[in-house]
């Protein structure tokens, strides 16, 4: 089985901040990365597929990078509205494991 | 656009299976190249995906819980289903239903909490 580990589990930020979130696969999974936000009491968005695409009607401040085990989210510029968990998930098994999410709070 | 509706109890005994129903509209569930699938997220937890079936009706089931669950689809109805026996309080989650294109998870249910309490 493949872990998705994701780095930090939380990450204390202000508005108009950068943040970045790591994912480290525990295999190579080429670019077969995901990325997720939910809010609470709602599911998870699709934000982020192969890695680096930007899912339709996701905002531009959004961007993934990275290929076989390490991946990165990049939020440029924080809005309140991003405050949320996030989650990444390989594409490329049966299993399709989840990271166990990086919390953005203020 | 699709939309997915998951239904089914919020109360589910000990020992009992558990089943769900999801509804697909906007789309159909036999054709295009897609795994319908069926996820849940313990209150405070992560994500766990419990199984997918495809258009073929071929299925795949997380093997921490194969041996327990089932997921068929019925295509009159443009709905695919979970079924999850013997039912236990760590089996207490948010059960979400979701359209996975390959690359990702797309388009999900709202969800519906489950419980399972005597």
């Known amino acids: 089985d493949i872990q998705m580990t994701q780095s930090p589990s939380s990450v204390p930020a202000s508005v108009g901040d950068r943040v970045t979130i790591t994912c480290r696969a525990s295999?190579?999974?080429?670019?077969?990365l995901a990325w997720y936000q939910q809010k609470p009491g709602k599911a998870p968005k699709l934000l982020i597929y192969g890695a680096s695409s930007l899912q339709s009607g996701v905002p531009s401040r959004f961007s993934g990078s990275g290929s076989g085990t390490d991946f990165t989210l990049t939020i440029s510029s924080l809005q309140p509205e991003d405050f949320a968990t996030y989650y990444c998930q390989e594409a490329v098994t049966f299993f399709r494991a989840f990271g166990q999410g990086t919390k953005v709070e203020i | 656009q699709v939309q997915l509706q998951e239904s089914g109890p919020g109360l589910v005994k000990p020992s009992q299976t558990l089943s769900l129903t999801c509804t697909v509209s906007?789309?159909?569930?036999?054709?295009?190249?897609?795994?319908w699938s069926w996820i849940r997220q313990p209150a405070g937890k992560g994500l766990e995906c419990i199984g997918r079936?495809?258009?073929?009706?071929?299925?795949i089931y997380n093997p921490s819980l194969n041996s327990r669950v089932t997921i068929s689809v019925d295509t009159s109805k443009n709905q695919f289903s979970l079924k999850l026996s013997s039912m236990t309080a760590a089996d207490t989650a948010v059960y979400y239903c979701?359209?996975?294109?390959?690359?990702?998870?797309?388009?999900w249910g709202q969800g519906t909490l489950v419980t399972v309490s005597s």
């Open positions: 906007g789309a159909s569930i036999s054709s295009g190249s897609y795994y």
């Open positions: 079936i495809y258009t073929s009706g071929s299925t």
């Open positions: 295999q190579d999974i080429s670019s077969w």
């Open positions: 979701a359209r996975d294109r390959g690359y990702g998870f797309d388009s």
